[in-house]
C-alpha cells in the first residue's frame, strides 16, 4: 500500500503532512473536493506529521528563491530526512509537491518518489485553506502577515535583481517619445484648424508646427497686430521678411472676427502645444544620455532614437542581445514577414533599421545588402555594449566607419579595411581608453584619501589649538584660586603622600 506524504511551503516554514487512505481518495475525487473546505472531514484525511518555521526573514527569503529555481535548500534537505521515513523499511510512500520542478530536484538529491498530479493539488488546496488550524500557535492573522512580508520582500529582490542595467528606463522615454510626436502632430493640426477661422493666412507664411503655435500665441487678434510687436514677431519666426509679410497678411486678411473667450482659449491651448514641444526636446536629450550610458556603441552606429527602439521592440538589450543579425535586420517588420510567407512572396528587406541614415543614402539595389551588413553591425556592438563591463564608444566608431566604407565600395568600388584588422584597431583603442579611465578613478581615489587626511590633520591641529587656549584659561584660574586659598590648597598634596608612604610601609 502506498502511502502518501504532502510537501507545503508556507511564508511560516515548511510542513509536512501525512495522507490517510489515499487509495480510496485517489479513486474518489470528487469527494475530496468536497471535503477540501470541511475542516472536520478534511482532518481526518490529512495528520500534520512536522513543521518546520523559518528562523529570520532573510531565511525565509532565501528558501524561497531556491524553491522557484527549483533547487532543495539544505535546510528543506534536513527536514526531509526526519520526517519521511527511511528506504530501509518495505512500505512504500511518495511525496506529493506543488511544483515539479521542485519534485524532480527532491527526487535526484534525496531519492523520494515525487508526484504533482491526482489528488495532490486539491489536497494542497486544502492544506491552504486550513493551514492556521492545522498548526498549532499558528493563527490566520500571523499567516497572513508572514504571508505579506514575505511576498513584498520577495517582490522586492525580484525587481532589484535587473541584468539588464537601466534599459528599462530607455524603452519607456522611446515609447513616450513617440507618443509625444504623434500627439504634438495632431495637437498642432488642431490648433491651425481653429485659428486659421480668424487668420487663414498665416498657414501659408508660417508651415512649421512649433513656430505657427508660437506665432499664434503672440498675435492673438489679427486686427490688434502692429509694427510694435515686429520685434518679437522677428525673434520667432527668426525672418523680417517673413514677419512683414505676416503684418501686411494681417491687415488684409479674410478671417472672421472671434471673441475674447475664444481667443483666450486658443492662446492655452497653443501654450500647451508648445510646453509639449518643449518638453518633447528634453526627454530626446535624456534619452541620448541614457542612451550612452547603457548602449553607446549601438547608439554611436545608428543613432539614439533607432538604438532606443530596437532595445524596446526587443524587451532589454540583453534580448537584442541574444537575436542573430537576420532577426535584427527585419525586427519591427513582423507583419509584413509573415504575410510574405503566407502568400509565398519576397520578404521584407528591412524593418526599424530603415530609420537609419545609411539605408536611406544607399542605392535602390543596394538597400537589401546594406542593410544586412547593418544588422551584423548593430548585433555586435548590442552584445559588445551588453557585455562589457567599462563602456566605451570605439567599437561603435570603427562599425559606423565599416558601415560608411561598404556604402563606397557599392558606389565607388573602394575596398573596405578587413573586420579582423578593423576589430584589433578597436581593442587597442578600447584597452588605451579603458587605462586611461582605470588611472583617472585611481587618481580621484588618491585624492579624495589626500583630501580626507588633510582634514583630519586639520581637525586635530585645530583641537590641539583649543586644548591650549582651555589649558591656559584652567591654569590662569587654578593660580588664582591659589593666590586666595594658598594655605587651605596646600594641605591635601601632603596628606596623599603620607597615605602613600603608609601603604609603602605596610
Not at 528563491?65 to 534536513?78: C, F, H, Q, R
Not at 510512500?93 to 519534485?103: A, I, M, N, R, W
Not at 488642431?190 to 508660437?214: C, D, G, M, Q
Not at 541620448?288 to 552606429?301: D, E, H, I, Q, Y
Request: contains cysteine.
Amino acid at each position: 500500500m502506498t502511502k502518501l506524504f504532502i510537501l507545503y511551503e508556507h511564508a511560516a516554514g515548511y510542513a509536512v503532512f501525512s495522507v490517510k487512505e489515499f487509495e480510496e481518495i485517489g479513486m474518489l475525487l470528487p469527494q475530496v473536493e468536497a471535503s477540501v473546505t470541511d475542516l472536520s472531514r478534511f482532518h481526518a484525511i490529512v495528520k500534520l506529521v512536522g513543521f518546520s518555521p523559518f528562523k529570520t526573514a532573510l531565511a525565509a527569503l532565501e528558501s524561497i528563491n531556491s524553491i522557484s529555481e527549483g533547487i532543495v535548500p539544505e535546510d528543506l534537505k534536513l527536514f526531509l530526512d526526519m520526517c519521511i521515513p527511511k528506504s530501509e523499511k518495505k512500505s512504500k510512500y511518495t511525496l506529493g509537491v506543488s511544483d515539479p520542478k521542485l519534485g524532480a530536484s527532491i527526487t535526484e538529491a534525496l531519492n523520494i518518489k515525487c508526484d504533482h498530479t491526482g489528488a495532490v493539488p486539491e489536497i494542497i488546496r486544502g492544506i491552504r485553506f486550513h493551514f492556521h488550524h492545522l498548526v498549532k500557535g499558528l493563527t490566520a492573522q500571523s499567516s497572513g502577515v508572514a504571508q505579506l512580508g514575505l511576498g513584498h520582500s520577495y517582490s522586492r529582490a525580484k525587481v532589484k535583481f535587473n541584468v539588464n542595467r537601466v534599459d528599462n528606463m530607455i524603452i519607456q522615454s522611446i515609447a513616450l517619445l513617440d507618443q509625444l510626436d504623434k500627439d504634438v502632430n495632431t495637437f498642432s493640426m488642431r490648433i491651425r484648424e481653429w485659428y486659421s477661422y480668424h487668420f487663414p493666412e498665416l498657414v501659408k507664411i508660417i508651415p512649421e508646427n512649433y513656430t505657427y503655435a508660437k506665432v499664434a500665441k503672440l498675435i492673438k487678434d489679427r486686427k490688434e497686430l502692429n509694427d510694435e510687436k515686429l520685434e518679437a514677431l522677428e525673434e520667432i519666426v527668426m525672418d523680417s521678411g517673413k514677419a512683414q509679410a505676416i503684418i501686411a497678411a494681417s491687415k488684409s486678411s479674410m478671417g472672421m472676427d472671434i471673441s475674447p473667450v475664444d481667443l483666450m482659449n486658443i492662446e492655452m491651448f497653443a501654450g500647451r502645444v508648445i510646453a509639449l514641444a518643449d518638453y518633447r526636446k528634453q526627454l530626446a536629450e535624456y534619452l541620448k544620455t541614457k542612451m550612452s550610458g547603457v548602449a553607446p556603441n549601438l547608439a554611436t552606429l545608428i543613432g539614439d532614437q533607432v538604438g532606443a527602439r530596437l532595445i524596446a521592440h526587443a524587451g532589454s538589450l540583453t534580448n537584442l542581445a541574444k537575436y542573430p543579425a537576420s532577426t535584427v535586420q527585419i525586427l519591427g517588420a513582423e507583419k509584413a514577414l509573415f504575410r510574405a510567407l503566407k502568400t509565398k512572396g519576397n520578404t521584407p528587406k528591412y524593418g526599424l533599421l530603415f530609420h537609419s541614415t545609411f539605408i536611406g543614402r544607399a542605392g535602390t539595389k543596394n538597400k537589401g545588402r546594406i542593410s544586412r551588413y547593418l544588422a551584423n553591425k548593430c548585433s555586435i556592438a548590442s552584445r559588445i555594449d551588453c557585455f562589457t563591463d567599462i563602456p566605451t564608444t570605439v567599437f561603435g566608431e570603427k562599425l559606423r566607419q565599416q558601415v560608411e566604407d561598404r556604402l563606397k565600395f557599392y558606389e565607388t568600388g573602394d575596398i573596405p579595411k578587413k573586420n579582423i584588422d578593423v576589430m584589433k584597431e578597436a581593442l587597442e583603442e578600447a584597452a588605451l581608453v579603458v587605462g586611461s579611465l582605470e588611472e583617472k578613478t585611481v587618481e580621484n581615489e588618491e585624492s579624495s584619501k589626500k583630501k580626507k587626511k588633510k582634514a583630519k590633520k586639520r581637525k586635530n591641529e585645530d583641537a590641539g589649538e583649543n586644548g591650549e587656549v582651555n589649558g591656559q584659561a584652567n591654569g590662569e584660574e587654578v593660580n588664582g584660586k591659589e593666590e586666595l586659598n594658598g594655605d587651605a590648597e596646600e594641605a591635601p598634596p601632603k596628606k596623599k603622600k603620607k597615605k602613600k608612604s603608609k601603604s609603602i610601609t605596610e
